[in-house]
């Protein structure tokens, strides 16, 4: 059981890099809102299904903290695109995360209890360290406007501090 | 027992207020001692203080932090601070408990 989910989160690790490490081209800021807004939306709908798949106090809060968080970043996306009357424009790498978080989703939807806890758990490794790595690689370097490579750099550190809280808890579920 | 004091403060860092300070703590006002949650950091990032001082977390992020250890858990939301009362000297570790990478230090002496 431990070895398909570990082989389950190893194949959405591998569609989320793909995703983010190939665009078509270098995206404009337009494209760079929509795939963080994205990115925080599918993050905030997988605590949310954690939220109510699980009772286990230590993955509630997570989950908890990863809705309020991502939903926080979000608020500012929101705002800063207001107020630079940019519209977030659909990408294939949107796109591309969206499907895999589809799948990711339909697979943690089957499990429960400790094997669901474990498998969220590492998912968030995951995608956090995906997400890290398109920012750090793609995002952040493309972004033009000041404002919003800003926005991006502070959300590449929260989401590396993310990244360390989930090893944190995947470590304590083993 | 190193903190005496432990509660909310007015998000005014001139205004701060000490309600419910125990009469021990009355007696030795100390300095107030700022320290910023800004950018997932604490800023500074390890304070020098003396027994009495008092200090107080801003929380400048967009987000929910702490500052926690075994003694206190100061829980902040956007734009509200609060802060404990420092009473014997040491080192004085703090995590935020939602942000494992936040680390900050009081030296707390004489």
């Known amino acids: 059981m431990r070895k398909s989910l570990s082989l389950a989160a190893s194949l959405a690790f591998?569609?989320?890099?793909?995703?983010?490490?190939?665009?078509?081209?270098?995206?404009?800021?337009?494209?760079?809102?929509?795939?963080?807004?994205?990115?925080?939306n599918i993050d905030i709908a997988a605590a949310n299904q954690a939220l109510a798949k699980t009772k286990t106090p230590k993955v509630r809060d997570f989950a908890q903290e990863m809705v309020r968080d991502h939903t926080a970043v979000n608020d500012k996306a929101l705002a800063l695109v207001k107020k630079l009357h940019v519209t977030p424009e659909d990408n294939p790498t949107s796109q591309s995360l969206q499907a895999a978080a589809k799948q990711k989703s339909?697979?943690?939807?089957?499990?429960?209890?400790?094997?669901?806890?474990?498998?969220?758990?590492n998912n968030e490794v995951a995608f956090h360290k995906t997400v890290n790595g398109a920012l750090q690689s793609t995002l952040i370097p493309s972004a033009q406007n000041a404002e919003l490579k800003s926005l991006l750099q502070t959300g590449l550190k929260l989401f590396q501090e993310h990244e360390q809280h989930a090893e944190q808890l995947a470590a304590s579920l083993k | 027992m190193r903190v005496l004091w432990c509660g909310a403060m007015l998000a005014a860092m001139?205004?701060?207020?000490?309600?419910?300070?125990?009469?021990?703590?009355?007696?030795?006002?100390?300095?107030?001692?700022v320290v910023q949650m800004s950018n997932l950091a604490y800023v500074p990032e390890t304070l020098t203080a003396h027994v009495g001082d008092r200090v107080a977390w801003v929380n400048k992020d967009i987000f929910l932090h702490s500052a926690t250890t075994p003694d206190f858990n100061v829980v902040l939301k956007p734009g509200a601070s609060g802060g404990v009362r420092l009473l014997k000297p040491g080192a004085i570790n703090y995590v935020c408990t939602f942000h494992p990478g936040m680390k900050g230090q009081i030296v707390v002496t004489k």
């Open chain 1, 14 to 40: 591998a569609l989320c890099s793909s995703a983010l490490a190939a665009p078509a081209a270098k995206p404009n800021d337009a494209q760079i809102a929509h795939i963080v807004y994205t990115a925080d």
């Open chain 1, 106 to 121: 339909a697979e943690l939807a089957k499990l429960s209890g400790h094997a669901f806890d474990v498998a969220y758990a």
């Open chain 2, 14 to 33: 001139a205004g701060l207020a000490a309600a419910a300070a125990p009469p021990a703590a009355k007696a030795k006002p100390g300095r107030l001692l």
